[in-house]
């Protein structure tokens, strides 16, 4: 009818079409899980690993990151709190030869991603060490740390561009060049 608010999805239709919590309003009740996800993806509960895999797969549908950049499990009548050390998420697999032209990565949960606009890939560097620490996006503003043996792969098959005057060493995925550092060129002439 006219003039009606369109009825929430079920949690289960949300989670299904892929489209996270977005459609439901954080509810006002909330509490501290004492959850935290290490830099390792390893999920743990007052600081012990949760073993069962099920149980992480289902805590990640309903992972969500507000503006604050705050980290919560939501679900229709509950909020909670969680503790993220790096990203929620980690990028343990690359397949760039199953969709032409496109880099997909598996995250340790076994979700698939594939790199392109909807989906960046990100490298940010440690302003001591120089250590790059690359992400790809995976949904919602949440994150996977690309781990370092994938890194290394994106590395091998990277090609020189220049970007915005600089030479940059990158990847194409889904027709969309993502930097991952400086080419050795440049980066020797600024060090």
């Given amino acids: 009818m006219a003039g009606q608010e369109p009825k929430p999805q079920s949690l289960k239709e949300l989670m299904e079409s892929g489209g996270g919590l977005s459609g439901f309003r954080w509810p006002e009740r909330s509490a501290d899980f004492e959850i935290a996800i290490r830099r390792d ?6 600081g012990d690993p949760i073993r069962r895999e099920k149980l992480v797969k289902l805590f990640a549908t ?28 980690v990028a343990v697999e690359l397949d760039a030869e199953s969709v032409p032209g496109t880099l997909r990565f598996r995250t340790n949960l076994d979700h698939w991603v594939a790199a392109g606009p909807d989906h960046p890939i990100r490298v940010e560097e440690d302003p001591g ?19 370092r043996a994938v890194f290394y792969e994106l590395v091998e098959g990277a090609e020189e561009r220049l970007v915005d005057g600089r030479r940059m060493l990158g990847v194409e995925s889904a027709g969309r060049f993502f930097p991952l550092g400086p080419a050795a060129a440049d980066s020797e002439a600024s060090g």
Wanted: charge should be negative; avoid cysteine.
């Fill in 41 to 46: 993806g390893t999920w743990t509960h007052q």
């Fill in 62 to 89: 309903v992972l969500q990151r507000d503006e604050a950049g705050d980290y919560w499990l939501v679900t229709p009548g509950e909020k909670g709190r969680i503790e993220v050390e790096d990203a929620p998420f």
């Fill in 129 to 147: 060490t120089g250590e790059p620490s690359p992400y790809i996006l995976v949904r919602d503003g949440l994150e996977a740390l690309i781990a």
